[in-house]
């Protein structure tokens, strides 16, 4: 009784204990060697609790106009507050779409000083970028098990040299380290990719496992046009992507206004379904991405403590001090060189250089460490030993998803819907005519009622035979015909009265029209005299 109960909260217990292990090592073993080496100073700040604990967090990146504010709102099926929607630029902040009780905004001077909450390195971007930065607070379903962080529109051409006074991208790759998803937005019927928005996507490089693509407002063209956009869009992305092929992208129209042209609704509702189902995982799959991130995290501490080691011992304890740092500097390629042969460490996991020679030059290089092998030690261990116990209690290809889980509400309840005839495929194949009154097959009864006398039928029934000699007109194979024989013998007596016969004649219509059948006969199906 109430298994389901039992199983939830085990599973809950199972998430805590992932998370509560994960903050236990970094705590204990990883933090000690990021400490000795200030990788927070050059990579990225220390991890707080808040960090481990956050919900799933989905980021929206886009140019402006591309929908990215509509597509929350699509999600929530409701406004939050600050939402401002436009032709122009309209959302000029950062803005993290959270849960609560009550509807509310925090404006970013008081968001980074909420310990409870993950955002308090933001405080390094400044001033201005606080003045950019908020929190909504929305009692929406859809939030209790995600956040959305909207994000202001990139600007194209002359408008887009106005300067935004902060590191734009800098705080773009702030969430994308933290971030579950990334979900890229293009409108369909304004395909340009400016050099900001450039700059955005190659700020997110190291991530593209999070990267999710929606072309959207597809529906203000038609399919002739989709095509076209679609391959164009390709083409771009493969240029500024390094794995383009990874990414996937969702084809729509995000919004609930008529569709313009809806030559391509199935398509849509498709692709809808499939980003849907993604996003659903986000909850399902947070331990283990947070236990990824901390890998990742992990190996480019190791390297960074490598490098900073490596330009110690080459730096001089006495004279020609400045000298001698621009050289180490200028020749940080040749380091890296080094050390990838002496630690068979894949150049892939050095961090940039030019990012990394832009750092060096305001470090004092006498507080470097020498290398402290037993700090890399506990973090080898860690990866080998700690990492390992926490994966194996991560349940994969958890198919069993419990509902606390699952996201709920919004655009999430309609997408899901399988009550009304709108909902996926509702209405459609051998769905149709379901939630009407009378039997589908009616209508088309009188036409199979003259093939069924045709076949000489004794007692009001035909035979297997009989029936198979008309069926197999249809041309399918005889696989799909026996499926259809054992749907449509709903009384399994061997026989085909003339309901079963007219079913029988329906399926094979519904098969012809490229749509599956399922193994089980859906209960609008059956025969009125048979249920
Ligand atoms: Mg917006
Ligand atoms: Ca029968």
Redesign the pocket.
């Known amino acids: 009784m109430f298994s389901w109960l039992t199983r939830d909260s085990q599973k809950e217990e199972v998430y805590e204990s992932v998370i509560q292990g994960l903050k236990n090592i970094y705590k204990t073993k990883l933090l000690p060697l990021e400490l000795a080496y200030q990788f927070h100073d050059f990579h990225s700040p220390q991890l707080e609790d808040s960090d481990f604990d956050a919900k799933p967090m989905i980021l929206l990146v886009g140019q ?1 106009s591309t929908g ?2 509509t597509f929350i709102r699509y999600l929530l099926e409701k406004d939050f507050p600050g939402i ?2 436009g032709p122009e630029p ?2 000029d902040r950062f803005i993290a779409v959270m849960y609560d009780d009550k509807d509310g905004q925090i404006p970013g001077n008081a968001l980074v000083v909420d310990p409870k909450k993950q955002f308090r390195p933001l405080s390094k971007f400044g001033n201005a970028f606080l003045n950019r930065l908020q929190c909504s607070m929305v009692n929406s379903p859809v939030l209790k098990n995600i956040s959305i962080v ?1 994000t202001p ?1 990139i600007l194209s051409g002359e408008k887009q040299r106005v300067d935004r006074g902060y590191d734009f991208t800098g705080v773009l790759q702030w969430f994308a380290e933290r971030v579950d998803r990334i979900i890229l937005l293009f409108d369909a019927h304004k395909l340009d990719i400016s050099d900001e928005f450039r700059r955005s996507i190659e700020a997110l490089r190291g991530h593209d496992d999070k990267i999710r693509i929606v072309l959207n407002k597809a529906d203000m063209i038609d399919h002739q046009q989709l095509m076209r956009v679609y391959g164009a869009l390709m083409w771009s992305l493969g240029k500024v992507l390094q794995t383009p092929e990874v990414a996937r992208v969702y084809i729509g129209s995000f919004w609930d206004e008529p569709l313009r042209y809806d030559g391509n609704r199935k398509l849509f509702e498709d692709e809808e379904q499939d980003l849907f189902r993604d996003l659903q995982s986000l909850p399902r799959n947070a331990a283990l991405r947070k236990l990824n991130d901390l890998i990742k995290r992990a190996r480019l501490a190791k390297v960074h403590a490598y490098i900073i080691a490596e330009l110690r011992k080459d730096f001089p304890s006495m004279f020609g001090k400045e000298g001698k740092k621009k050289e180490l500097i200028k020749n940080l390629g040749t380091i890296y060189e080094k050390l990838q042969k002496e630690h068979k460490i894949s150049i892939g996991d050095f961090p940039e250089i030019k990012g990394m020679q832009e750092v060096l030059v305001n470090m004092d290089f006498t507080k470097f460490q020498a290398l402290k092998p037993k700090l890399l030690d506990v973090v080898d261990k860690m990866l080998a030993d700690d990492i390992a116990v926490l994966m194996a209690k991560i349940p994969l290809e958890d198919t069993n998803t419990t509902s606390h889980e699952l996201i709920k509400g919004g655009a999430f309840d309609s997408v899901e819907d399988t009550n009304t005839p709108f909902g996926y495929k509702r209405g459609e194949g051998i769905d149709a005519g379901f939630g009407e009154p009378d039997w589908i097959v009616y209508k088309m009864k009188p036409k199979y009622d003259i093939l069924f006398e045709e076949l000489n039928p004794s007692d009001g029934k035909i035979s297997g035979a009989a029936a198979k000699a008309e069926m197999v007109k249809s041309k399918l194979p005889n696989s799909m015909l026996s499926k259809i024989w054992k749907l449509s013998d709903v009384d399994r007596d061997g026989m085909l009265d003339a309901d079963e016969f007219a079913l029988a004649m329906h399926l094979i219509n519904v098969k012809l029209d490229g749509n599956d059948l399922p193994s089980d006969l859906p209960e609008h199906l059956i025969p009125p005299s048979k249920r």
């Open positions: 402006y990215k504010t401002r929607i309209t959302t909207d529109g």
